[in-house]
């Protein structure tokens, strides 16, 4: 026995809802077996009754779908959920969070085209622009995060995008979003914001002005350290091509993939809450701390841009860096020294993770960039997790006991 369902009664009874209710109902079409979880469609190609029916639905003419390089019914309610999640008229999933970032640039700019990255992005996107986008034409300029005067002056008349994370890693700098897309605009371009760190929980950049959002799934929106994926997300019209490239080129997320994520968006702000109210108890413990010189986290008073922390996010994260003594050596025995947190350069996970960012994460930029990006040897970041806030106390105490 079947049960048919209305496949549009869902989307209408989802207007004007609130964001915990979407974060669990968005995006989902009941197939005709009625289940009540969402269906895990672990198929790469689609059957047609007729061979004018292949022919209408390959042609468009005819909605349905036809190879899952083009669209999987779990993908695309991920895709609706995160969307709604958002505030952004359509999102695509890819495979990861670089291929994200890869079929936004591929699809929106061309050779010749101006790209403004901020100098503290994620060292992979780094690569991805420097070591094959720049071969294709693309010029790409690097401005430092905070510096407002530093961003007006770098436009060009070609400046197509402008792409920058906020907060940045693992330094927790911001950029004011709304200030600088309204630049942005003034100078004809685009300003994506990639928003691992904070998710849609925490900061909806589209709300504040933003015209595409990136996000790596394998962070928070998986948040136990098991799929990798990433989103494009924004207004149709773009997205549209986004699309295009995707289907042509195929990074495209696996629906299993998918299926991870809309669970995990279903407890995302729930873990976001916990992940950041440990968060900021370490980091203000961290700061008494004789071992330790300075806390980089945008919760405490003593960070410099809290105040725009406060007002553009509705909390501060679960990154916390900071400067312990000794240099190298103290950072490495601080690691070394920790029991229960697990020592890799991961982060989003309910397991907290601890690294030396300027042996790993940074470890490819020569030692005058990194000074240039304030990452000194001494720095240890931690991306705090969900178990006891008094386990990971006990665990920092061993490295600070080791410094
Ligand atoms: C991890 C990460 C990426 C890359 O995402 P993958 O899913 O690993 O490809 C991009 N941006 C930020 C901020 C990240 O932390």
Redesign the pocket.
Known sequence: MTIEWDAGRLDSDLEGVGQDTLAVRAGQRRSPEGEHGEALFFTSSYVFRTAADAAATFAGEMPGNVYSRYTNPTVRAFEERIAAMEGAEQAVATA????A?LAMVMSLCSAGDHVLVSRSV?G??VSLFEKYLKRFGLQVDYVPLTDFSAWQSAFRENTRLVFV?SPS?PLAELVDIAALAELCHAKGAMLAV?N??CTPILQQPLALGADIVIH?A??YIDGQGRC???VVAGRSEQMKEVVGFLRTAGPTLSPFNAWVFLKGLETLRLRMQAHCASAQQLAEWLEQQPGVDKVHYAGLQSHPQHELARRQQKAYGAVVSFEVKGGKEGAWRFIDATRLISITAN?GDSKTTITHPASTTHGRLSAEERAKAGIRDSLVRVAVGLEDLEDLKADLSRGLAAL
Do not use: H, P, V, W
């Open positions: 990861s969070g670089m291929s970032i994620f992979a996107t994370e890693n990639d691992c760190f790596s394998t962070k990798l994926g990433g982060l």
